[in-house]
């Protein structure tokens, strides 16, 4: 079982930045694909993106390609989200997942067993 807390949310104006942390308890943080979500008031919790277990491998959802950027290192046990060039519906609350058994490409909230308790962005225009 693993523990997630994610950090660095925030209140920024749009074309700004910020950074995201997800960090997770065990020592098995490797053994787990990991991802991003995010959701809006009043919308479903959609994938942002994900990453492989060696974090060699990343997938994108379409809106945020080439302005986010995921990542993690394996011995802090920690996944990061560089969120560039911010948009207003960017707005959300981000949400990091892992699973034993999911690829880096799987979208579904249901492809994900751990949760963290999530973070707020807020992106004003």
């Known amino acids: 079982q693993v523990q997630l807390v994610e950090s660095g949310g925030g209140l920024v104006q749009a074309e700004n930045s910020l950074r995201l942390s997800c960090a997770a308890s065990?020592?098995?943080?490797?053994?787990?694909?990991m991802a991003w979500f995010r959701q809006a008031p009043g919308k479903e919790r959609e994938f942002v993106a994900g990453?492989?277990?060696?974090?060699?491998?990343?997938y994108y959802r379409d809106s945020v390609k080439g302005r986010f950027t995921i990542s993690r290192d394996n011995a802090k046990n920690t996944m990061y989200l560089q969120m560039n060039s911010l948009k207003p519906e960017d707005t959300a609350a981000y949400y990091c997942?892992?699973?034993?058994?999911?690829?880096?490409?799987?979208?579904?909230?249901?492809?994900?067993?751990?949760w963290g308790q999530g973070t707020q962005v807020t992106v004003s225009s």
């Open positions: 990453i492989s277990k060696s974090g060699i491998n990343t």
């Open positions: 997942a892992a699973d034993r058994n999911s690829q880096y490409f799987a979208t579904m909230v249901s492809s994900y067993e751990f």
């Open positions: 065990g020592r098995t943080f490797s053994s787990y694909g």
